[in-house]
């Protein structure tokens, strides 16, 4: 086995990959780009090298800077991870030339698999079953008719030289088919320098079914079952869960058996990953292989209670699989969901920003949570915004189903947008529960999946003034400074004979709420909000808070952050900040001359014109950040002579927004 392990990645599978070689008492070597000169993968490992700048293609796809780092540090080996440089034949040609084992498959079946069309080509030579199609050189526009026509529509027309949903098009008639056949070479000719089409039966509602793979040196090779990964949206997975639902011992030994062919037929090593389309009857078909550890293996670990990383460190050492087939044993259901900073209500495009307030659920035998970030970590442009992967495990489906939904709830991140709303939604989505998948199940249940929590004002509002109040108290008297008996420790400002209301402004839901809190003789407040009153108690103890509303009591969690507060209760989340009174200083800050964006964020709308006076306090445009809308106001009389942004506009935290010119009067 190896003194010392390279591991040329980043984010969670660096972190998860020396976490497995740490246990077997491998020293690491971690490599690092600028932007992550404080991540959490560099201080896990025993050591770590700076390889470039941020942009991944001047650091982590910098094959001669990790090589020369694993020749510096005297590492034996390089784990390539997924991404980057896992499936380069060039970079694991170059590790065996120095030298060093790239832990992953010979670079000659990186190749074989490289092209998606002499992948089908091998596969179906080597009797693995293929969509019905045809997938030959003669491109002659009848011929290519004459295939459709034969196999029956609909069809779909795939550019050879595409992949990952890439360069298909559906055809449903033969009327349709001259016409769809020349606009898809056009894409495929202008995307890929390459017009090649393959026609196949298209399957109107597949699953994508996955079978892991291993193979030694030793001539050994076994499946470890498969994974459902049809939740997708735009070919990205999103929620991963093995084993398939409804998979019959049957079928799993038929696709399994196949997939172990698949491999065999390009001399496999190492840990690989073949996919199949598997249709409503039961039928399946190559789909592509991935010669590479998938984002999603934690999944067959927790059903097959193996380690992955462990197993390609050992067949990368030389030694045997750790296990045959007949000893492989499949117990229990698990899930994986990947987590986010993207915002599904804007089309999931990647956000910035600080992971000011990051909590996961508490981990257990249920419960893995595999992260490269920590509280305080930016979310960096340079690399996709994975935050984590959130894997479950139970007995059954159900009950990793209820695991996952739980997990999902108790996961706290503030500070920047994620998709765990969503997330939420799909796993508690009863289709998703009935496990109708399929890879249309995303764009089938929009609704359903995109729906908002119900915003309750009645509801929020009090909990949300109670909040802001008990953090306001703690931040006055943090615990232990003061003696927890003296009357001063209170914080209610009771006084004798006459009750001292407190006041509290917080704009939530699209609301500026005036609150006033009155501390009731028998503990608690009444909260008066637009003359509505609730009686509430509340205690905040660092970050946990406990409501208590005519004797019901609930647990929430309030994340601060500089955006403003996020109330995490048992139904979802609830953002809200603070109202300053107005003191004046945003006169002084605005007489110099402009107001800065109050945090990363977008334009909404931009309420006056240019030049036209205005009065202290009037709305002059409108933020969007952290899914709340910010109304920028006049801080004096005076008028808005330029606006720096339009509608639509991305602005980073702090920067100027318009140029304000106080009038003579609220100058004097
Ligand atoms: C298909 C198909 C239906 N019929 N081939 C998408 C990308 C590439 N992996 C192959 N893909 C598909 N090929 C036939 N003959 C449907 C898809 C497909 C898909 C496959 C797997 C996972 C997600 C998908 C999303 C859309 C379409």
Redesign the pocket.
């Known amino acids: 086995m190896f003194d010392k392990l390279l591991i040329a990645n980043r984010g969670e599978i660096a972190c998860r990959i020396i976490r497995t070689a740490r246990r077997l008492g491998i020293a690491t070597v971690a490599v690092y780009s600028d932007a992550d000169r404080n991540a959490l993968h560099v201080r896990m490992a025993d050591e770590a090298v700076h390889i470039g700048p941020a942009p991944a293609r001047e650091s982590y796809l910098q094959a001669e800077h990790i090589i020369a780092a694993a020749l510096a540090t005297g590492a034996q080996a390089i784990h390539p991870g997924y991404g980057f440089l896992s499936e380069n034949a060039g970079f694991a040609r170059a590790c065996t030339e120095r030298g060093l084992v790239f832990v992953g498959p010979p670079s000659a079946a990186i190749e074989a698999m490289g092209s998606k069309a002499a992948a089908k080509h091998i596969m179906g030579e080597a009797g693995v079953p293929l969509?019905p199609?045809y997938h030959g050189a003669n491109q002659e526009p009848v011929l290519l008719r004459q295939e459709a026509e034969r196999m029956g529509y609909p069809v779909?027309l795939?550019a050879t030289a595409g992949?990952?949903?890439k360069g298909?098009r559906q055809v449903w008639s033969g009327d349709e088919f001259d016409a769809a056949l020349a606009a898809a070479q056009r894409e495929a000719s202008a995307s890929f320098g390459d017009a090649t089409m393959l026609v196949?039966?298209?399957?109107t509602r597949?699953r994508?079914v996955e079978v892991q793979v291993f193979c030694d040196n030793h001539g050994n090779a076994i499946y470890l079952a498969e994974r459902d990964?049809?939740v997708?949206r735009r070919?990205q997975k999103v929620i991963e869960e093995a084993p398939a639902p409804g998979m019959t011992a049957a079928l799993r030994d038929a696709m399994g058996t196949a997939a172990v062919q698949a491999a065999r037929a390009i001399d496999y090593r190492g840990a690989g990953t073949v996919?199949f389309?598997l249709d409503e009857d039961g039928s399946y078909y190559f789909?592509?292989m991935n010669t590479r550890l998938q984002v999603e293996h934690p999944v067959t670990e927790l059903i097959t209670g193996q380690d992955l990383v462990e197993w390609q460190l050992r067949v990368a050492a030389g030694e045997e699989l750790p296990l045959q087939q007949q000893d492989l044993t499949l117990r229990g259901h698990a899930f994986e969901a990947r987590i986010y900073a993207e915002d599904p209500d804007n089309d999931f495009l990647p956000v910035t920003g600080t992971l000011a307030y990051l909590r996961a659920p508490d981990e257990s035998s249920h419960v893995r949570v595999d992260t490269g970030v920590q509280q305080g970590d930016e979310i960096s442009v340079h690399y996709d915004p994975m935050i984590a992967k959130l894997i479950v495990w139970d007995e059954s489906r159900e009950r990793a189903l209820q695991r996952l939904s739980t997990a999902l709830r108790d996961y706290r991140i503030g500070g920047t947008v994620t998709n765990l709303d969503f997330l939420y939604n799909l796993a508690t989505a009863d289709p998703f529960r009935r496990a109708e998948l399929d890879?249309?199940f995303i764009e089938r249940h929009q609704t359903l999946i995109f729906r908002q929590r119900q915003q309750d004002l009645q509801r929020d509002l009090p909990m949300a003034a109670l909040a802001l109040f008990l953090h306001r108290q703690q931040q006055a008297a943090p615990p232990g400074c003061l003696d927890p008996w003296s009357p001063w420790g209170s914080g209610t400002g009771w006084r004798l004979n006459e009750p001292h209301l407190h006041h509290v402004m917080l704009h939530c839901h699209q609301h500026d709420v005036n609150a006033t809190l009155e501390p009731l003789a028998r503990g608690g407040f009444s909260i008066c909000i637009e003359g509505q009153h609730t009686e509430l108690r509340g205690e905040l103890r660092g970050d946990e808070l406990v409501f208590e509303q005519d004797g019901h009591r609930r647990r929430a969690t309030l994340a601060c952050t500089t955006e403003g507060f996020t109330l995490y209760l048992a139904d979802g989340a609830c953002h809200f900040r603070e109202l300053r009174p107005d003191t004046g200083e945003t006169a002084q800050n605005a007489a110099a001359g402009g107001l800065n964006a109050p945090m990363n964020g977008t334009v909404v709308s931009l309420l006056v014109e240019p030049g036209s006076d205005v009065q202290a306090g009037a709305p002059l445009m409108i933020m969007e950040a952290m899914k709340m809308e910010h109304t920028i106001r006049a801080p004096g009389d005076g008028t808005v002579s330029q606006f720096y942004f339009a509608p639509g506009d991305l602005v980073d935290g702090g920067a100027p927004l318009l140029a304000f010119a106080a009038s003579e009067d609220a100058r004097a």
């Open positions: 969509v199609g779909l795939k992949g990952g949903g298909m196949e039966k298209y399957l597949p994508h990964c049809s997708q070919h996919e389309l789909m592509e890879t249309g």
